[in-house]
Every structure is written in structure tokens, then in C-alpha cells.
């Protein structure tokens, strides 16, 4: 699209663009500084240098707000998993057809609003993070890893450590300040379906004894 010329009229599709940019800032700050519960649509519109009358053509209130910045994560987890494949721990697949890698580069890009989504007791984005990680992945990666080895643990547990797996990784990466690249932190999600719970337990005990004999 050309720039509009000097003082000719700013296009709408890019004044709307402008201003939903502006709203989702004001509504990250605000959560970080003054939590969601106590934040106003006064609040929201002063820091976005809107009107409030603007504010009200985008949300009807900031609980209408809060559910269209989940919704638009949701989306966008939904449209990379019917867009990539989903590999199981056996597949030696590039990154770059690779559902989870796409999957971290894209929570990476809305790091900022991921936090704070984390941060609002009024959000179910984790909830709605599990569901979509059980119809999307959990299902299809539990078939294929039961279809090539034996497996007693009732299926609906199988899907539920998997799922509770991949949360755990997604939350804690999302979390760090300098979290690893989607490259890196795939790798570790993947090798991490490879590795039993006492293989992991085995890990992290190794590891408190050797940060207890290091402060001897």
C-alpha cells in the first residue's frame, strides 16, 4: 500500500490497524501495572490516546477485550497445526514443516500478550490452551506412539501427561526473560516425549544433589 501523500487522508483499514496496535499495548501495560480487575475503559482509552467512544467501536468492555486477545491466540495456534504436520517423537522432520516449531515462533512474536494473558485470574486461556492441545495434538500423537510400542497406561492418562508435557514446556519457556530460540526449545519439547517420567525424575534429582554439593 503507498503512503498517503502529506496531508491527505490516512487510509481506514490502516487507521484501524493503528488503533487495535495501540488498544493491545494500553491493555499489556495496564495488566502490568495496574491488573486487569482495577483497569478502566478510561484507563484503556488515555493510554491508547483513543476516545472512549473509539474504544466502544472496537469492545463492548474490557472483559470483551480479554476474550478477543485469547481468541486471536487460539486462532493462530489452530491455523499453524492445519497448516503443518504434527511429528511424532520418531520423525527426524525439518523444523520448517514442523507444527511445534511454527507453534513457539508464534507465541515468541506474542510473547508480551501471552504473559499477560498468564497473569489475569479472569482469563482461561490456559484452559483453552489444554483443550486445543488435546483435540489438535494430544490424539493423534498418543495413536501413533501406542501404535509402535506397548503401552499399559490407560489411553485418557497417556493423553493427559502429553498434554500437561507440552503446557509445562509452553509455560515455562514463555516465563523466562531470555527464553531459547523456536529452534532450540522445540528440540528440548521433542526430546522431551522421548524421556519416561523416571528418566526425567532422575535428572532433576542428579541435579538438586549437584547444586547441594556445590555450596558445600
Keep these: 500500500m503507498l503512503k498517503p501523500k502529506r ?18 499495548k ?48 487460539i486462532t493462530g495456534i489452530k491455523q499453524i497445526f492445519a497448516k503443518y504436520s504434527k511429528p511424532s517423537v520418531y520423525d527426524g522432520q525439518d523444523d520448517e514443516d514442523n507444527a511445534f516449531y511454527h507453534m513457539f515462533v508464534y507465541l515468541n512474536r506474542e510473547k508480551q500478550l501471552v504473559q499477560t494473558l498468564y497473569q489475569i485470574p479472569e482469563s482461561v486461556i490456559i484452559r483453552r490452551m489444554m ?9 493423534e500423537s498418543v495413536d501413533e506412539n501406542l501404535s509402535t510400542q506397548k503401552n499399559e497406561i490407560p489411553l485418557e492418562y497417556a493423553r493427559a501427561i502429553l498434554v500437561q508435557n507440552i503446557l509445562g514446556i509452553i509455560t515455562q519457556w514463555i516465563r523466562k526473560d531470555q527464553p531459547e530460540s523456536a529452534h532450540e526449545i522445540v528440540k528440548i519439547f521433542m526430546d522431551s516425549r522421548s524421556l519416561s517420567p523416571i528418566d526425567l525424575a532422575t535428572f532433576v534429582q542428579s541435579d538438586k544433589r ?3 554439593n556445590s555450596t558445600d
Design 131 to 139: 483443550v486445543l492441545i488435546t483435540v489438535e495434538v494430544a490424539s
Design 26 to 73: 494500553a491493555f499489556i501495560k495496564l495488566v502490568a501495572t495496574k491488573t486487569f480487575r482495577k483497569m478502566t475503559i478510561r484507563d484503556i482509552a488515555t493510554t491508547a490516546h483513543v476516545s472512549r467512544g473509539t474504544f466502544y467501536l472496537h469492545y463492548v468492555d474490557k472483559y470483551a477485550m480479554l476474550t478477543a486477545y485469547e481468541d486471536q491466540l
Design 210 to 212: 549437584t547444586g547441594l
Design 7 to 24: 496531508g491527505g487522508c490516512v487510509p481506514q483499514d490502516t487507521k484501524e490497524k493503528n488503533t487495535e496496535t495501540a488498544l493491545k
